[in-house]
């Protein structure tokens, strides 16, 4: 999961709760052994792994001297600063939710991880597995979900601007680059006046994750963003099609999630997490469908691993339940819940998976979908240990440039500063 959208349902119900299952807050500590054998074990994650309380019940029910604490951070920056902060020392979950960004920084402290026995590591995609791997050959993250994308739009949108409303004809419709999708963009915007996309940080995510070396070298580490032409030519085209065609709604921001039910715009970019949030925030729309194509290709936005502190007071536990929450079967589930899709092998080929519809969507048949979206993925970029201060140093140029801060060109220069600085 990079970047995602949490349900702010279910951030009300975590706030609210006061069940066994969830526990408000991030900065709750590991959990604990009685002397008759009963074990606490705290899992903390963010926005929306889709473990359920009926799914963290069944492995209680299954285990009945195991209490499960979930604790569910507001935000990934929040889990991510709570996770650095505490890392090694005192205070963190007996299982640690992580994204794919952070992993540059996460190898770093490797050692203070308890690795994923051997045994488990032929269950996932190989370049789940090798990403997570460090130089000593130990896997550090329980694998989670991986971020095949397609095109998620509006058909009663579509149908208002004259345009086809069918995925497969949407799909053929958007077959092509970048330029094809703002070509859209602009028939949708002549059409109806209104925004054809959500944001320019989402759509500049979608681009950039389709180049392999966007920030640094992979070769020497050297920090390259601010002159590959690559990156500057991705944040022109998205910011001159932003001009017109952007609800400029930053993501995850309030007005974004109303976006999501109001008809603010038209389209955005869907990894398979973010079925769950559409359908979350948006629980009485019946426009929202997905589409089996992609800008430029395919992409993948994100991916999220589960890590064990090895100074956590029941790491065998919190090894043996990071396991069953990331066995194929579990995983299927959390796909059926919030469209987290599974980077384990065997679920990829399971027939629950395959045959998975989403209703909210049209039916739309998701699970061969996404399975499809992630074939088609060819590139896995490169993110070496600055690409998670670099990349949301650029969110936040291109925000400045929505809501009318900064000029492009100005907010660049203040971007480049910030990145240069970094070395």
Not at 113 to 125: G, I, T, Y
Not at 196 to 206: R, V
Not at 348 to 356: G, R, V
Request: hydrophobic residues 40%; proline residues 4%; glycine residues 10%.
């Amino acid at each position: 999961m990079k970047s995602r959208a949490l349900r702010r349902a279910a951030l009300v119900a975590a706030a609210a709760s006061t069940s066994a299952l969830v526990l408000a807050g991030c900065s709750g500590g590991g959990g604990t052994a009685s002397a008759d054998g009963e074990v606490t074990l705290t899992v903390a994650t963010f926005n929306d792994f889709g473990y359920t309380d009926a799914l963290l019940q069944e492995y209680m029910d299954a285990h009945p001297n195991v209490k499960i604490v979930h604790n569910k951070a507001a935000t990934s920056n929040e889990a991510r600063e709570n996770y650095f902060q505490k890392l090694g020392k005192t205070g963190l979950a007996d299982i640690e939710a992580i994204e794919v960004d952070w992993l540059p920084e996460v190898m770093q402290y490797a050692d203070l991880l308890a690795p994923v026995p051997d045994d488990l590591k032929s269950r996932w995609l190989d370049y789940k597995v090798t990403a997570a791997t460090s130089p000593e050959g130990n896997l550090i993250g329980y694998g989670t979900d991986i971020g095949p994308e397609g095109v998620c739009y509006r058909s009663d949108l579509f149908a208002a601007a004259g345009l086809p409303t069918d995925r497969a004809e949407v799909a053929k419709l958007l077959e092509g680059d970048w330029s094809t999708y703002f070509a859209l963009g602009d028939k949708y915007v002549a059409a109806t006046g209104k925004a054809f996309f959500d944001s320019a940080g989402g759509t500049y995510q979608g681009a950039i994750n389709q180049v392999e070396a966007a920030y640094e070298n992979p070769d020497s580490g050297a920090i390259t963003a601010t002159q590959n032409p690559e990156v500057k030519k991705i944040y022109d085209e998205v910011l001159a099609a932003s001009a017109t065609q952007s609800a400029h709604l930053g993501q995850w921001s309030d007005d974004w999630f109303a976006g999501l039910s109001n008809g603010a715009f038209a389209t955005m970019l869907c990894p398979g997490w973010m079925l769950g949030v559409i359908s979350g925030n948006a629980p009485d729309v019946t426009g929202w469908d997905i589409a089996n194509v992609f800008p430029g290709g395919a992409g993948n936005w994100g991916g999220s691993y589960l890590t064990v502190p090895a100074n956590g007071k029941n790491v065998e536990a919190a090894q043996e339940l990071a396991d069953w929450l990331t066995n194929p079967e579990t995983q299927v589930k959390a796909f059926e819940s919030a469209g987290t899709f599974p980077s384990q092998t065997d679920a990829l080929k399971a027939d629950s998976l395959l045959s998975n519809t989403n209703e909210y969507f049209n039916n739309a048949p998701v699970g061969e979908i996404l399975s499809e979206r992630a074939q088609a993925v060819k590139v896995s970029p490169y993110k070496g240990k600055f690409y998670f201060q670099i990349n949301d140093a650029m969110q936040k140029a291109l925000t400045r440039v929505e809501d009318g801060t900064q000029s492009a060109t100005d907010s660049w220069k203040q971007w480049a500063a910030e990145v240069d600085a970094l070395s």
